[in-house]
């Protein structure tokens, strides 16, 4: 096991961001995202796709500077255009836009069409915990899922997570995938656990 102290990674994280292009803002977003994952025990969504979400960057696959303009505005209710930039920029201010309007509204719901990956769920369901809301976020993907008994992949694992506040009790929190097991790019034709 190798154990890193969690600031120098955080600096690191920041640094290799900043290093591809986004500003100080969302490379210190985009990291918190993925430390945050790998201090939950999800390192399936931490740290380790910082390689994948820079080389995203640099080869002009992801964009490296967005604002995620609201494109519908109807109260509790609107949608962002992510304007294809890194999933974890999008989905925050998403969910700070969804905050805000809850206070309003009561609850809100914020979607973000044309983004990337976001990493691990329950980070953004959890933001709402801190205002005494439940939260929830999902997500869709692509197809990387076989139905029960088929071979080829036809469904995203479509990950979604819940954050219940318990009062003095720790809260809920639910962060999980809808599938099973995703697809085996090595064996296409079958489907392994």
């Known amino acids: 096991m190798i154990v890193v102290n969690v600031d120098n990674l955080r600096r690191f994280g920041e640094g290799s961001f900043r290093a591809v292009g986004l500003s100080q803002q969302d490379s210190a977003c985009v990291t918190d995202v993925l430390v945050e994952a790998d201090l939950r025990g999800v390192h399936s969504h931490g740290v380790q796709n910082l390689p994948r979400y820079a080389r995203g960057c640099l080869k002009g696959h992801i964009s490296r500077s967005v604002s995620c303009p609201l494109v519908l505005d109807a109260g509790a209710t609107s949608v962002m255009d992510g304007e294809n930039g890194l999933g974890p920029v999008c989905c925050n201010k998403a969910m700070d836009v969804a905050i805000d309007r809850a206070a309003k509204y009561g609850l809100a719901l914020v979607s973000v069409r044309n983004s990337n990956h976001f990493g ?12 005494d809301y439940i939260g929830f976020c999902t997500t869709n993907g692509p197809a990387v899922i076989a139905p029960w008994g088929g071979s080829e992949p036809l469904l995203s694992s479509n990950p979604f997570s819940y954050a219940i506040p318990a009062g003095t009790e720790p809260p809920i ?19 392994q656990i």
């Open 120 to 131: 691990a769920t329950a980070y953004y369901s959890m933001k709402a915990l801190k205002h």
């Open 173 to 191: 929190v639910l962060d999980m995938s809808c599938g099973m097991v995703a697809h085996c790019e090595q064996q296409p034709k079958r489907c």
